[in-house]
């Protein structure tokens, strides 16, 4: 990647930047479907990717729920690196116009995502998740990000989040500011709320140059631990 081509630039990607994908791997087909989609900021790419790709090393299979999804990039993703799950639901209430573009752009290279990516105008707390499927979201915003938990654990179902806009009046510090920054403390209560739940947790980032919110939350219910409680 050529030194001047920020990964967390908010400039749109478009047919211009085709060049800078020119591989026959995953991410740079990806990324020329993004470009011919033409709406989408460049750093949104590398985050669904790098998301992604760290969700599905864990958790395979299931039913995708992207929430606040957006134009759905992160729940496409998620079935092309498992074509196992069986489909994807985009919980987004306001869906953008860049959503038909960017479906439009991916569709024809894989043909089998084809109405496999649905978008589910729903509160997230009316939504029926089970516990084989998978709960995913990237930079929910303050609160949502609790509230992706809380919905993930009600299921006992598989959860990895990005958090952003952490804010102290909404979200839980835990009483950690006196040792951490507001945003840190937050992040820790939360993992440290879905290991109390029965949670295996692991804590990763992606990389700092796509953006500086780049804590990786991922949790699944410890099944063992609850089977040698009984």
């Known amino acids: 990647m050529p030194p001047t081509f920020d990964p967390g630039s908010t ?14 791997t995953l991410f740079d087909r990806l990324g020329r479907a993004v470009c011919d989609a033409g709406c989408l900021p460049r750093k949104e790419l590398y985050e669904a990717w790098e998301v992604a790709r760290r ?4 958790f395979r299979g299931g039913r995708v729920f992207d929430v606040a999804g ?16 069986r489909d994807a639901v985009i919980v987004e209430p306001a869906v953008p116009e860049s959503a038909a573009a960017l479906r439009d752009s991916l569709v024809p290279v894989w043909p089998r995502l084809e109405g496999r990516v649905l978008h589910g105008d729903v509160e997230l707390e009316h939504i029926v998740i089970a516990p084989d499927d998978v709960v995913v979201s990237c930079h929910a915003c303050g609160a949502l990000t609790d509230r992706v938990l809380d919905a ?9 989040v990005l958090p952003c806009c952490h804010d102290e009046e909404t979200c839980d510090t835990g009483g950690l500011t006196g040792w951490l920054d507001a945003p840190t403390a937050i992040d820790v209560t939360r993992a440290r709320r879905l290991a109390a739940a029965g949670y295996r947790v692991r804590t990763q ?4 140059g796509v953006t500086s919110k780049n804590r990786l939350l991922l949790g699944e219910p410890d099944r063992d631990a609850s089977r040698r409680r009984e």
């Not at 957006?70 to 799950?85: E, I, K, N, P, T």
């Not at 980032?205 to 700092?208: L, Y």
């Open 11 to 24: 400039n749109r990607l478009t047919r211009h930047d085709l060049g800078r994908f020119p591989g026959d």
């Open 205 to 208: 980032t992606i990389p700092a």
């Open 70 to 85: 957006g134009h759905g990039l992160l729940a496409h993703v998620m079935l092309l690196l498992d074509d196992s799950s």
């Open 152 to 160: 993930a654990v009600r299921a006992s179902a598989r959860v990895a």
């Open 55 to 58: 969700t599905r090393r864990l």
